[in-house]
């Protein structure tokens, strides 16, 4: 069953999420992943996207924020695990690659990091 998407918005929970330290680089962007600590979003996953000024300029930003946006609606809800806080970080590579492989890389991303559902999937 699908579970709830919501944003990452302030800058302090974007600091918490880098502190816990638990990321996985892959060619098409970064992913941090912090459990929620607030016992009243244990039913949603909450996700923020950033890109750095090294990549490129407010358009390619844009773009690439888009194009994470876009993977993250198709494979958060349906293979991350409910409680979590997840950062996505836009790379260089993100703009060019594709599309499929783009949305590979977040749930190869989720496993590596311990937040996917596929471990209670495989149950009736």
Same mark, same amino acid.
């Given at each position: ?5 919501? &944003?990452?918005?302030? &800058?302090?929970? #974007?600091? *918490? ?7 996985? =680089? ?6 941090? =992943? ?7 979003? =244990?039913?949603v996953a909450r996700v923020g996207f950033t ?15 888009? *194009?994470l946006r876009a993977a993250a609606r198709e ?10 806080? #997840? ?11 594709l599309f499929d492989e783009l949305k590979s ?14 471990? *209670?999937?495989? *149950?009736?």
């Open positions: 069953m699908p579970i709830g998407v919501e &944003r990452l918005k302030k &800058r302090s929970e #974007f600091l *918490r999420v880098a502190s816990v330290r638990r990321k996985w =680089a892959a060619p098409g962007m970064v992913l941090q =992943a912090a459990r929620d600590p607030s016992p009243l979003k =244990a039913d890109v750095t000024k090294k990549v490129g300029n407010a358009v390619v930003r844009n773009r690439i924020k888009r *194009r494979i958060i809800p349906d293979h991350a695990e409910a409680g979590w806080d #997840f950062v996505l970080i836009g790379r260089a590579k993100t703009k060019d690659r890389d977040l749930r190869t991303a989720l496993g590596k990091v311990g937040a996917t559902t596929s471990h *209670r999937r495989s *149950r009736p």
